[in-house]
């Protein structure tokens, strides 16, 4: 069904024609693959333990901005997150709250404070009628709100935190990688954000604190489940998580089972080790089905810094 979501979708092995990934999404509070094929769309749940492959054919094309599509039908480079050429990233940013070009929009915002890993933690901000998705969109091992209100509002909350308390609002998205295959305990996790959240507070009535802020009472909430990082690597980590997908190429094939999922990031099992699929790099790649226990013939990056080769077989 067009729009819809299917539990169990075989929407790969309809047809030669390929579908185009759009990404992945946590809405609905679980991983869900969007998909593409002329005027279908379609989304997957990515359920832990199921097995996983497909092959990328062509030529990979700008994704547009929008959701209309990129005019001239450029190629984009296989390592780009963002799939998109320079004018239509220069557009998608454009209208984006990140540019503040927004300052009017009349919805409720809320500031969250977001850790990933020790000694990562960020301040953000995201629309209160998206829930925590937002959180899960970035990897958010663990994160709590902290108050809410008008755009303009948590914006002011955010510049407060950087100049007062030193707390950036990005975090390199290689450094969460890095460490999430070995996460320290549940109650380390949570005392991260709950300090920084005490020293938060201790701003309201001084230092700028913008007083039309309603503060939100301290309430952690952690995705280690959720995401399927526990695992068989103890209480905080997937443990042997060892490489990742540097980019796609024509023809290549990645296969596994999965066992995990974090922001885009599918955790994938594989002959030789645990491998990092980031899904961004699958959008504008028509991409078919293929065997699941075929492994990774394209290039990857060793995480723990050994550079990168060709594939794992």
């Known amino acids: 069904m067009a729009g819809g979501t299917d539990r169990v979708w075989r929407g790969w092995e309809a047809g030669a024609v390929g579908w185009r990934c759009t990404g992945l999404r946590w809405g609905e509070g679980v ?7 002329g005027g279908v769309v379609r989304g997957s749940v990515q359920a832990y333990g199921a097995e996983f ?18 005019p001239v039908g450029a190629a984009v480079p296989g390592r780009s997150t963002g ?31 977001a850790w990933f890993g020790p000694g990562m933690v960020k301040v953000g901000i995201t629309a209160e009628e998206r829930g925590a998705a937002r959180l899960r969109e970035q990897g958010a091992v663990v994160f709590s709100w902290l108050g809410r209100g008008p755009l303009m509002t948590c914006r002011r909350t955010e510049e407060v935190l950087r100049a007062a308390l030193g707390v950036p609002d990005r975090i390199p998205y290689a450094r969460k990688r890095a460490v999430r295959g070995a996460l320290p305990g549940a109650q380390e996790r949570v005392d991260e954000v709950s300090g920084l959240y005490r020293r938060a507070a201790a701003l309201e009535g001084g230092s700028g604190w913008p007083e039309s802020l309603e503060r939100l009472p301290f309430e ?10 526990a ?10 998580v060892r490489w990742a997908v540097a980019e796609l190429v024509a023809g290549g094939v990645v296969g596994g089972r999965l066992v995990a999922a974090a922001g885009p990031d599918l955790h994938l099992a594989t002959a030789g080790g645990v491998v990092v699929l980031d899904t961004r790099l699958m959008t504008g790649w028509e991409l078919v089905a293929a065997d699941p226990r075929g492994g990774v013939g394209v ?6 810094g050994g550079g990168v080769q060709g594939g794992l077989f």
Do not use: M
């Open 31 to 37: 991983p869900v693959l969007g998909w593409c094929r």
């Open 53 to 70: 492959g497909f092959r990328a054919v062509g030529e990979r094309g700008c994704v547009g901005a929008r959701g209309n599509v990129c």
């Open 83 to 113: 799939a998109r050429c320079p004018e239509c990233a220069r557009l998608d940013r454009a209208h984006s709250v990140a540019a503040d070009t927004l300052a009017d929009d009349p919805r409720t915002y809320r500031v969250y404070l």
């Open 220 to 229: 952690a909430v952690d995705h280690v489940a959720l995401f399927g990082l």
């Open 231 to 240: 695992g068989e690597g103890g209480e905080g980590g997937t443990g042997g």
């Open 299 to 304: 290039p990857v990056v060793d995480l723990g």
